[in-house]
C-alpha cells in the first residue's frame, strides 16, 4: 500500500474529512515519526509493532558486481519489530 493508496481508504471511510485533511493527517503522522526516530527515540504502536534506532559498526563489504572490497562507514539504521497481533493476523491468514 502506498501512501496515495492509504489517503484515499481512509477519505473514503471518513467522507466526513475532505482528501485534504486526510492527507495533511497523515503527513503529520509521518512527519512526527520520522522526527522521533531521527532523536534516535524508540516508536511503540501497540497491537502493530516498534520501531527503533540500530547502529550499524564500520565494516568491510564487496561489491557483488565487480567483487572489489568496500569500506562502510558507520551508520544508523531503522529497525521495525512486528507486535504479537501484527504477527497473528499475518500468520492466520
Known amino acids: 500500500m502506498t501512501r496515495a493508496e492509504l489517503i484515499a481508504y481512509l ?3 471518513h467522507r466526513e474529512l475532505s482528501p485534504k485533511v486526510v492527507d495533511e493527517s497523515v503527513r503529520e503522522i509521518f ?6 526516530l531521527s532523536k534516535g527515540e524508540r516508536i ?5 509493532g516498534s520501531f527503533e534506532i540500530r547502529e550499524r559498526l564500520p565494516r568491510t563489504a564487496h561489491n557483488p558486481k565487480s567483487g572489489t ?3 562502510l562507514s558507520h551508520r ?3 529497525h521495525f519489530k512486528p507486535g504479537v497481533e501484527l504477527k497473528e493476523r499475518v500468520n492466520n491468514k
Open 11 to 13: 477519505s473514503n471511510q
Open 76 to 78: 544508523r539504521a531503522v
Open 44 to 48: 511503540e504502536i501497540r497491537g502493530f
Open 69 to 71: 572490497k568496500v569500506q
Open 31 to 36: 512527519e512526527l515519526m520520522i522526527d522521533t
